[in-house]
């Protein structure tokens, strides 16, 4: 049963900045396997106190399982928020090996945190009917909402392409689902078929929005993921969310930036910068001093 007590997810109610691009708004994403230096969960954490990182968004792969208990005595030790952890999961949750122990590890550190959370593996959902595959996807959804709420811990259904990556279907499986604790994170790197969209979307997925991950993106087909900066439809989208009522976090990635995951984060940044130099944003730039 879902804790009562649990948080309705909205970008109104999260604490935030009324600048959203300063530098203390930014959580760092997508630096764990993406790292060819491969630190360990101390390097990491000292390499974002380093680049001035309050808070992390934390993706792994089965070999950082034993790391886990490190990385979050890490992140307290260097003052460093978890702001989400990253699960992969498909359409029976209740026996992914792997949930419970993300589970116990956030319940017994006391931590409070976001689960991105992104499912796959529906057998023939591309067959189903549009209720059909809202009801198939909020299954496994509903078992990990429930699960999170009992440790007070909230969701994000994260935009990864498909069917489940669209924000207008993740809209309504919120809608079928009616949980409070689940929200929407949403990524610029596969916002590949959003970008002529996503003024006409976005205000639809404010109210339950979580996150914005940043990116570049270059139209062209097909459309290219770049560094930020380096693109022409990334900056339109950063000022249609500065304009926005969000006030929630800016997640700058790595992912495939850069092979280390220090050069990758760096160049992001510059990238985000050199956009708020162009568009004005001395509020903004002044933290980055």
């Not at 991105?116 to 593996?121: D, L, T």
């Not at 900056?235 to 220090?262: F, K, L, Q, V, W």
Request: include cysteine; glycine fraction near 8%.
């Amino acid at each position: 049963m879902m804790l009562l007590s649990c948080r309705t997810v909205s970008a109104q109610k999260n604490k935030g900045t009324d600048n959203i691009y300063a530098r203390q708004n930014l959580i760092a994403w997508c630096i764990v396997p993406f790292d060819s230096k491969e630190r360990n969960p101390e390097q990491r954490a000292e390499m974002l106190n380093k680049l001035g990182f309050t808070m992390l968004a934390y993706d792994w792969r089965e070999k950082h399982i034993p790391e886990f208990d490190a990385e979050l005595e890490a992140l307290k030790k260097h003052h460093i928020k978890l702001q989400a952890f990253w699960l992969y999961s498909g359409p029976n949750p209740e026996n992914d090996k792997n949930l419970p122990i993300i589970l116990d590890l956030l319940k017994r550190h006391n931590v409070k945190t976001e689960i991105w959370c992104m499912i796959g593996g529906i057998k023939d959902l591309d067959k189903m009917t549009q209720q059909q595959k809202i009801e198939a996807v909020a299954k496994p959804v509903a078992y990990i909402a429930d699960k999170a709420a009992e440790i007070g811990c909230t969701v994000g259904l994260y935009n990864h392409g498909g069917w489940y990556g669209m924000p207008e279907n993740q809209l309504e499986v919120m809608d079928y689902l009616k949980r409070p604790n689940i929200g929407i994170v949403y990524n610029l790197h596969h916002a590949e078929e959003d970008i002529e969209r996503f003024p006409k979307f976005f205000p639809k997925i404010l109210p339950h929005l979580m996150a914005v991950n940043l990116m570049g993106l270059r139209k062209g087909n097909p459309v290219k993921v770049v560094p930020v900066g380096e693109g022409d439809a990334e900056a339109a989208m950063i000022r249609i969310i500065r304009d926005s009522n969000y006030r929630g976090p800016i997640g700058i990635i790595n992912e495939e930036t850069a092979p280390d995951a220090e050069v990758g984060l760096t160049m992001n940044v510059g990238g985000l910068k050199k956009i708020l130099k162009e568009q004005g944003d001395r509020g903004a730039l002044e933290t980055y001093r």
